[in-house]
């Protein structure tokens, strides 16, 4: 009886043993396997402002976030600096950089026609200092990011 108990009891000691030298992985090789995974092009949440950050759809709060940008960046350009200066109807392309820090830098893109000053607007960008007051910055994985983006602002006729 006591050997037939240990014809049992000895293959799974030397079983036992066998998983307990199974390799752990590697730290290395599981941090780049779960990077690869990540879309780097992509963010969980988009930029927001606070009064769109209320919206639960998310499609209907990005609408809100970039027409309240577009508004903005209008209002504030059309204002006092780039009022009656326009005797035509043109539309700029300006590059909209929001930081994670919720920091927004501005870049005009060279126009594909020649009609608008550009070094006077890229200037006038560069130099007047517009703040977005409630800006929330795009999130990744829970962590505040730098996102990019082409916004276009229609210049009116004066």
Do not use: Y
């Amino acid at each position: 009886m006591r050997k037939s108990w240990l014809v049992f009891v000895i293959p799974l000691i030397l079983m036992s043993c066998q998983w307990i030298n199974n390799a752990l992985p590697n730290e290395q090789n599981l941090l780049e396997e779960e990077l690869n995974k990540i879309d780097w092009t992509k963010v969980d949440n988009f930029p927001s402002f606070e009064q769109c950050d209320t919206i639960a759809d998310t499609q209907l709060q990005n609408e809100c976030f970039f027409s309240s940008l577009v508004n903005s960046l209008q209002n504030q350009l059309s204002h006092d600096t780039l009022k009656g200066k326009f005797f035509f109807k043109d539309t700029l392309k300006i590059t909209v950089t929001i930081k994670s820090n919720a920091e927004v830098a501005l870049q005009l893109q060279k126009p594909d026609s020649l009609t608008i000053d550009f070094l006077r607007i890229d200037s006038l960008l560069q130099h007047k200092k517009i703040s977005f007051s409630g800006l929330i910055p795009a999130t990744k994985r829970g962590v505040p990011v730098n996102t990019q983006f082409v916004i276009p602002i229609v210049l009116e006729e004066h």
